[in-house]
Every structure is written in structure tokens, then in C-alpha cells.
């Protein structure tokens, strides 16, 4: 059997040496030449077709049985479209890798909007604190192919997914899932919200009463898309009532106080959420209270996520490299009463920023930099706000440092994708650190 890998990097990688153990003969093709060249050697090795740099018209035929395409990759590509007309099975990486998990592996899968990968991450640490057989897997950066060997019976996999992923899913099913919230998000990728949503759903399929839903209570659309869902359902809030809900200045759970808000290192209301979630689904697998509690006192956040990067001349710089959307933004820049400069910019989706001005009642100066510049000129503009334009983000931290005053914090939270100028939003916030190190 011929499998057509499309995308390589990491995922597409892992999925190439999955299918090749299994004796598949396997092509990889990738518009972007530049890979990693020891994978690149090792497929090579391993007798893996490799076409890099070009998407030749004639390079997917009737001879493949399937199509492995990356996430990231839109269900419009011409070899997708061509699949689909030839009957031809496209699905992802993370597809692929369950249909290979042993039995009885129990998985969590993690969706939302926002929140996902501090609750995923979260969760991990707990479960590891509690346990020996856990993995970490999914959009968080490890690809699932990558775990399927060292998986066994009992297992418990603990996954970020994302919309992108379970658009190509057909089989794949969860134990326990949770959903965070949901926003406005990827409209460019998937033509609207309600599409957006409705990949977001699929974290629930083939659910019945035995398996469960963690959902945010205080998010309307999250209620409303999960009424018909067959899971047995489970609600946080930090509002209200709920299975898990904050109460005199502590997370309780079904009755019982498990952690004072005060013993949570990382702060803010949207933190408390994704940690009342994590709690939830620690508790469905019966882990006490104390190894919650010793967990929470000592994590200190996501990388690119609100990370503190340093402290120059007083000022403090913070990386949220990975607040590519506005409302990503709109937490990071209500999780501070200092003044604030805040980099904003990146790969131009033709979004409106409008969303963030209610927001910026702290920002004393916005510095814009990569594609939507001059548009995040125009908007500073009609908040009042200075706005320094910049072509690139190295220069974005210079200016930065050239203008904050003593007890200001630098911001770093795009609103936008990398993509204009980076790989990814990891490359973006390393280089915001490695820029403020230079500064020390």
C-alpha cells in the first residue's frame, strides 16, 4: 500500500516513520524545500519518496490508498481536492497514531479557543505527579506517531487538540474531553465560525454516558454547541454554581475545597479556569487533593504564554508570543494595571483590532512591526494611543527600550500569526527572549 504524506515537518516526520514500521511504501511532499536535514536523511534511509519544494500536478494518483495531511495545511489544497475526487481517505497525523494505540489506552483530549495549552499542560503535570504511564502528545509540539510505540494497555495519553485537527479526523474518539471556551478564531481556515465550531464539536464524537464532557459554564457558545452531545456533562465556572466552581477565595470541587486561590502560582481569572478544568479531569481518575495542591504551588505557566522574560532597568518585558488572536490579547493585556507598551503585528489575516480597544486603558505606546503595521497604525491612531512602526521585531524590543519608563511592563502579544516572518510562534517569542537578554 502507498500512503502520500503532505507537510512534512514534525508531524508529517513522525507520520512517515509510523507508516514505514508498519510496511507501507510512503512519499512525503512539501512546497517548502528548507527541512530538517537529518529527518530528511533518515526517511532518505528508510527508503522514504521524498518531493521537496514543488506540488507537481501529477504527483498524487489512484496508486495511494491514503492521504496523511498536516494540521496546518487547508482541507482547499489542490492534492486534498484531488483525494477527494479520486476517493481517496485524507486524514492527519493524529489519526494515523490512534489507530495504532493499544486498546485500553484512556484518552484526554484538550479544545478551546484559548486556554488549551496551559490546561493541557497543566493536567500533564498533575497526572505525572500522580502516576507513572502518562504522555504528553498533540498539538503541544510532540506529535502523536511519536508515542505509539511506547504506548501500552491502561495507558493514559493526555492530548492538546485543535480545530485544524479534528478536521481531518474519522475515527478517533476520546475518554475524557474538555472544552475551555470558544471565540472567533481561524475564520480564514475554515471560512466561518460555525465551521470553526463545528470541527470543535468532533472532540465529542462517538461520546455515550460513559464518557465525559468538561465544559465551561460561563461561555454561551460552548453551551449552546455541546446541548446534543452525548457525553455524560460536567460544568466549571467561575462565576457561579457548578461541579467545580470558585468559592471564598478557593477552587471547590463537587462540595469540596481542593486549592486557595492564593496557592495558585500563576494568576489571572482565565488561569483559574484552565486549572479548574484540570482539576475536573484529575478527579475522574481519583487524584487527591495534595498532589493538586503541590502541583499548582510550583507551575509556573506555559512557555510563550504571559512568560516573564526579565527585568531591564526597571522595566518589566513579558513574551505572550503565542497570543495569536485578539482575544488572546485582550487576556494578556488584562492581566496587568502597570503602564504598558505593548507589541502588536504579524502575518496580515485582514482582522479588525477594534476588539482590543476597550482594552487598553494602561497602554501608553503600541509598537507595530511585520505585515499589519501600518494597520495597527491607523487603529492606535483612533484610540489616541502613540504608535511607533517598526519593520521587524528585533527592532520592535529596541524601540521598546529606547521609550519604556522605570515600573513599566513591555508586552509582547501580536494579535496576529507568526507567519509573515517566522515558522512558527515558538521562533517568534525565542527571539523577543533572546532580544531582551542582549538588553540585561
Known sequence: DRVFVLGMARSGYEAARLLVSRGYDVLVNDGKEEQNPEHVDELRELGVELHLGVHPDDLLDETFSMVVKNPGISNNHKYVEKANELDIPVINEMELAYRYFPR????????????????????????????????????????VCSIVDQ????????????????????????DVAVLTNLF??????????????AMKKRIFNFHTKSDVAILNK???????LTRDIGSMKKYFSSRSQADCCIHKGAIWYDGEKVIALEDIRIKGSHNYENTMAAIMVAKEFGIDNKTIS????????????????????GVDYYNDSKATNIKSTQIALASFNKPTVLLLGGMDRGHSFEELRDYLSNVRLIISYGETRFR?????????IECIVTDT?????????????RGSVVLLSPACASWDQFADFEERGNLFKDCVKKLL
Open 104 to 143: 485500553d489506552v484512556r484518552i484526554i483530549g484538550i479544545t478551546g479557543t484559548n486556554g488549551k495549552t496551559t490546561t493541557t499542560t497543566i493536567t500533564y503535570e498533575i497526572f505525572k505527579a500522580a502516576m507513572d504511564r502518562v504522555f504528553l502528545a498533540g498539538n503541544i509540539g510532540y506529535p
Open 151 to 174: 504506548l501500552e494497555p491502561d495507558d493514559i495519553v493526555v492530548m492538546e487538540v485543535s480545530d485544524h485537527q479534528l478536521s481531518n479526523v474519522s475515527e478517533f474518539k476520546t
Open 184 to 197: 472567533e478564531a481561524h475564520i480564514d481556515f475554515h471560512g466561518s465560525y460555525e465551521r470553526y465550531i
Open 218 to 224: 460561563d461561555n454561551s457558545d460552548v453551551m449552546e
Open 294 to 313: 503541590r502541583v499548582m504551588k510550583n507551575f509556573n505557566g506555559v512557555e510563550h504564554r504571559l512568560e516573564f522574560s526579565g527585568t531591564v532597568d
Open 376 to 384: 495597527i497604525d491607523e487603529f492606535a491612531d483612533s484610540c489616541d
Open 393 to 405: 521585531l528585533e527592532e520592535a524590543v529596541l524601540a521598546a527600550y529606547e521609550t519604556a519608563e
